[in-house]
């Protein structure tokens, strides 16, 4: 290495770091000089990987510039010790440093190693450089060893894995050789079935720990599935396997291919673009592409907004299907050098074979098979090995799967529309087991692609928000996981009804069809649903499905959405809006699949999506709906005993509690749309409550729906403009979230109000003592003795609830909807959510003059999606397009102030 004054900058060169004085005299001039020789570099390195270099670029420059410094380092501390004993010191890279990787903020690993009689000069030259490199605030790892050191400490695996990657970096050269004939030998060529198997489990732990899936929302670009790890064990696995010392030594033995060989520096080359710029971006070292730092790589790279999607969503697709390539890249590695090539083994597995039909054995609780050339006689059998793995619980072999991705090019729409190939599918389907995973090892092996080429669409497709969790594709076979833990009764204690419509299903395949293509025109643009629909027909006709489960499974596919939409956003009360929603089912079995599948789809999209305040909105709809599609011309019939029977339940029960002529004033005040909203069993204590307020501004009681994980409050009081608005201020002021609201006014001028409300983190609102203050600042608020401001003011989100990520900002939207309600106009509103939000919604349309009947609240963990059901105060809906006009102007200009 060139001790070149060049090396440092300025005036400072090795010639004059090495000047007489003693080291402690020239430690200051040697650390100034190293950090500006660091900083100068490091800053041409990032306008390097600003203008475009290429990850393999950068990571060599930096890789040259930490040589040079660690070069001209052990030198100068070295300087004023004994020449024989500095001759037995030498100072060696290990990890990505010994592998010529180093990004930004990369650990230096460093290795001085010694001879005797160097032990005493290696432990001062380690101390003094150790230091300096610290008070230059780099990450260092490092070791003090001799190469019997090395063979002991070797003997952990870890150690094992780092004495694969040392390289010489200063001090005498032939101490590296010694250490390279006998350590080098050593770590290549010991026991290296057991190093194997270690790195293999050592793997598959890493892979839980940091996300089993490629497909994770901020995958880890280092540790996670398809990230640099998975390049790095695949080439440790084989190195020890083959005797190798690096990758182009495996193209020199004709394990891999130098085509191969390329795609694997290829692989790494994008990996760390990424990562450096990663790293240049952050203040500290971190290898997850967080959300909020996923739009800037996006940018760096050059996306932009387009028909394909969003520019963060293109770069993540891209990234996906690129750590999918990996992952496959290195299984394939790991594969060549853990299969069993023995002799004796292959005749011990022959005897241990147990033969199936096709060519197809199970042994060692693997699918294999004895003739790779099968699919090329027949290759409807690539469906078959799927089936057989299925039927028979057990894995495909690592063979086989290579075997099935390398013929994935026989699948041709000809063998698409194969009787044989489809029936196996179906089977696939029908099975009552491990139909999910299945379907996972189809996608994993890219078979699911071949087969669907529509699924290409969807592949590793990214919805760039916290709500969708997964990739399209991923969520899709999440949601078939859903569907099978349904039938296998693992939700039976919890969605009985759920379970019971799922046992009762005609065709659990086509439901199982309609899962998995539900969102698969999301790769096709806007209005994914009908897009989703448009495809139906086609895949339809290649599977051979008959013209009744084609137009099922396209109605299931182009209404995905309505369930959840009616049930979260619309007013389940409604009778015209159910009798609409089980017109468009038109049957019973429609409307189970569809509640199914829709049950399927949320519980799939994340873990905080699903609630029990959901489900039952759910519920309610399927049941609501079911009754009309059952009762059909007597419903409306029934509906009109149902009130002359609730009005009888209710006197009878309030009889001898109250005067005859207050029970019927109080009866009289309520209109049939509450009548029909609440069973006797509910409207009766409600009746209770407004009847012992009196005199009182406020009466009040709660109840805690456990089993539903929501808190339901009833409010009687006296109705006037603004209430609702109070309501929420106060609400909010005690950090409680309200999830619905139904207002019902009385003709006696007072208001049944009835709220469903949940803690921030979910779950109801248990504590007594809350509640009363919450009473007391509702009674004092309706009194005008406090203002609702200054409690809104106060009220902060809790730090637990603090998210400190970046999330992305949608537009605000108002839209109205004059059709869906015959007495009132529905507003939906969407809003980036923050605290207090539902207070100010309703104050704005308070001071617009409307009047709120009823109100849905959600939050799609980035963005407030609520629903008001409004009319003026002449109780008519709002037509007029100017009114209409002021209202979304207003709305707007305080959601975003």
Not at 308 to 318: I, L, N, T
Not at 571 to 585: G, R, V, Y
Not at 758 to 763: A, E
Not at 851 to 865: L, R
């Amino acid at each position: 290495m060139t001790l070149a004054g060049e090396n440092f900058v300025g005036d400072f060169s090795a010639a004059k770091l090495l000047a007489g004085e003693s080291y402690e005299a020239r430690r200051q001039l040697i650390l100034d000089a190293s950090g500006r020789f660091l900083n100068s570099h490091l800053e041409r390195i990032r306008q390097m990987s600003t203008e475009g270099a290429s990850g393999t670029a950068v990571v060599q420059e930096l890789t040259i510039i930490f040589d040079q410094l660690n070069d001209i380092l052990f030198q100068v501390v070295s300087a004023d010790l004994d020449p024989d004993a500095v001759a037995n010191c030498a100072l060696f890279a290990l990890g990505g440093y010994g592998r010529r990787e180093m990004n930004p903020k990369s650990d230096l690993d460093l290795m001085f190693f010694f001879a005797a009689p160097g032990p005493e000069a290696i432990k001062v030259i380690s101390d003094r450089m150790l230091y300096l490199l610290w008070d230059l605030n780099l990450d260092v790892g490092y070791s003090v060893r001799s190469s019997k050191d090395c063979i002991e400490q070797s003997q952990d695996a870890t150690v094992r894995t780092a004495l694969l990657d040392v390289r010489f970096l200063t001090g005498n050269a032939d101490l590296y050789d010694s250490f390279d004939n006998i350590v080098g030998k050593y770590v290549l060529n010991h026991d290296s079935q057991s190093f194997i198997k270690y790195k293999i489990n050592e793997n598959q732990e890493r892979q839980k720990k940091y996300g089993s899936s490629v497909y994770l929302l901020e995958p880890n670009l280092k540790e996670g599935e398809g990230g640099l790890r998975d390049l790095h064990a695949a080439l440790w696995i084989a190195r020890v396997k083959f005797k190798a010392s690096s990758l182009q030594q495996l193209v020199v033995k004709g394990v891999i291919s130098e085509m191969q060989a390329t795609d694997y520096r290829t692989a790494l080359d994008y990996l760390w673009r990424i990562r450096n710029h990663l790293h240049f971006l952050g203040q500290r070292k971190s290898d997850q592409i967080t959300f909020e730092l996923q739009q800037q790589i996006a940018e760096h790279f050059g996306y932009r907004d387009g028909r394909e999607g969003s520019a963060v969503e293109q770069f993540m697709q891209d990234y996906y299907q690129h750590a999918a390539h990996v992952e496959h890249l290195s299984s394939n590695m790991i594969v060549r050098a853990v299969q069993i090539d023995q002799p004796q083994k292959k005749v011990l597995g022959f005897l241990q074979r147990r033969k199936l039909e096709d060519g197809f054995h199970v042994g060692h609780g693997e699918l294999g098979c004895s003739d790779e050339h099968i699919f090329d006689r027949a290759p409807a059998l690539l469906m078959k090995a799927f089936e057989l793995s299925q039927k028979h619980n057990v894995e495909l072999s690592l063979r086989l799967k290579m075997l099935i991705r390398k013929k994935l090019p026989l699948i041709n729409d000809k063998v698409r529309r194969s009787r044989s190939l489809n029936e196996s599918f179906m089977k696939i389907l029908r099975h009552p087991k491990r139909v999910a995973e299945t379907l996972r090892e189809m996608h994993h092996l890219y078979f699911l692609n071949a087969f669907i080429p529509e699924f290409k669409n969807i592949f590793c497709k990214v919805q760039f928000d916290f709500y969708h969790i997964y990739t399209v594709d991923i969520h899709s076979l999440f949601a078939v996981e859903e569907m099978e833990k349904l039938w296998a009764g693992e939700y039976a204690d919890s969605q009985p009804l759920l379970t019971h419509v799922a046992d009762n299903v005609e065709k659990k395949e086509l439901l199982l069809l309609s899962i998995l293509f539900h969102d698969i025109g999301k790769g096709s643009g806007k209005d994914h649903s009908n897009q989703g629909a448009a495809m139906i027909p086609t895949i339809a006709r290649r599977l051979g499905l008959n013209r009744e489960d084609s137009s099922r499974l396209q109605f299931l596919v182009q209404h995905h959405l309505q369930m959840t939409y009616i049930s979260q956003r619309r007013d389940l009360h409604d009778m015209k809006l159910i009798s609409q929603f089980a017109e468009l089912m038109g049957m019973s079995e429609n409307l189970r699949m569809l509640y199914l599948l829709t049950f399927a789809d949320l519980k799939a999209v994340g873990p905080d999506v699903w609630s029990e305040w959901k489900g039952q909105l759910l519920q309610e709809l399927y049941e609501k709906t079911f009754d009309v599609l059952e009762k059909k011309d007597f419903y409306q019939e029934m509906r009109s005993e149902k009130v002359r029977n609730r009005k009888r339940n209710i006197r009878r029960a309030l009889s001898g509690e109250y005067p005859d002529s207050r029970i019927n004033k109080a009866i009289q005040s309520l209109n049939t749309r509450y009548l029909l909203s609440y069973r006797s069993e509910e409207i009766i204590p409600h009746l209770r409550l407004a009847m012992e307020r009196r005199d009182n501004p406020l009466a009040m009681r709660v109840e805690h729906n456990k089993d539903a994980d929501y808190t339901e409050v009833i409010l009687a009081t006296i109705d006037f403009p603004g209430l609702f608005s109070l309501i929420t201020g106060v609400m909010a002021g005690h950090s409680i979230n309200i999830l619905g609201a139904q207002i019902h006014t009385r003709k006696t001028g007072t208001v049944l109000d009835v709220l469903q409300v949940n803690s921030p983190i979910g779950g109801i609102v248990d504590n007594p003592d809350k509640w009363k203050r919450v009473e007391t600042d509702l009674a004092n608020a309706i009194e005008g003795r406090i203002y609702v401001e200054d409690i809104v003011e106060k009220c902060q989100e809790p730090s637990y609830l603090k998210d400190a990520r970046e999330k992305p900002q949608r537009p605000n939207k108002v839209e109205f909807d004059n059709e869906v309600s015959d007495r009132y106009t529905v507003l939906d509103i969407f809003a980036n959510d923050e605290v207090g939000l539902l207070y100010k919604i309703t104050r704005t349309l308070n001071e617009l003059g409307l009047y709120i009947a009823v109100a849905k609240i959600s939050t799609k963990v980035d963005q407030a999606a609520d629903v008001f059901y409004v009319s003026d105060i002449f109780g008519q809906k709002i037509s007029d397009p100017e009114k209409v006009e002021e209202i979304r102007r207003t709305m707007l200009e305080q959601l975003n102030s």
